[in-house]
């Protein structure tokens, strides 16, 4: 069981924070006690446009999560002007690709899914490893335990996010590095504000707010908890899928089903 993290006085770093779960996850961690809470997007107004709406304790930075020599170049910046970072939010993501999507489609949602976490951890790692202390929060989602039925390029690299995190937490436990995996469904959020009520991405029921999904990773944080669930029914749907297999691929067929025949309705 990986030890509680402590927000009080803490430095954090929040990407993709300009709006949705990152910017209320900045907002909670702030609310929660954090001295400074660093807000990163790769867009500079609106980035800086949410420091400024956070407060005084929040400051903004524009780079590219998913580029190696961006990331390790704003670790350089945010540990020279604020000291060193205690926890990372990998939080960026992408929307990227129907169905089997394309080559530019898979490209994008590998480095922001997969890359930009490996690219935080390979800046941060060695750094906090020789403090003996700090914590990355990897954003992966439900659809990395179970399945998005809209994008195959999305649930293929949430599911590498789940993965990695998962090799992070074993392997750099004894570093003192803790790593906990955020795994929400449906979040209102401009990346999911076109879906229907048809669509396949609600299928995992109700859409909940960033700000219920902020108060989850902090309580996860305080009690050391590696799997964070905004919406708990996603720990019964896993084990169904793990218990049986067949019987799940089929239930998902026949909601596939269920939404063609509704778009074709124009549901």
Known sequence: MP?????????AVVTGAAGGIGLALARRLLHQGAARVVVADLDGDRIAAAAEELGERAHGIAFDAADEAAAADAVDRIEEEHGPIDLWCSNAGVAAGRGLGDDAAWDLSWRVHVMAHVYAARALFPRMAERGRGHLLVTASAAGLLTQLDSAPYTATKHGAVALAEWLAIRHADD????SCLCPQGVNTAMTAGDGGA??????????????????VVAALHAGRFLILPHPEAAGYEQRRAADRDRWLEGMRRAWAKIRAGAARGE
């Open 3 to 11: 030890e509680p993290f402590s927000i009080p006085g803490t430095t």
């Open 176 to 179: 003192g590095i803790s790593v």
């Open 199 to 216: 669509s396949a991405t609600r299928l995992g029921g109700a859409y909940i707010e960033p700000e219920a999904v902020g108060e989850a």
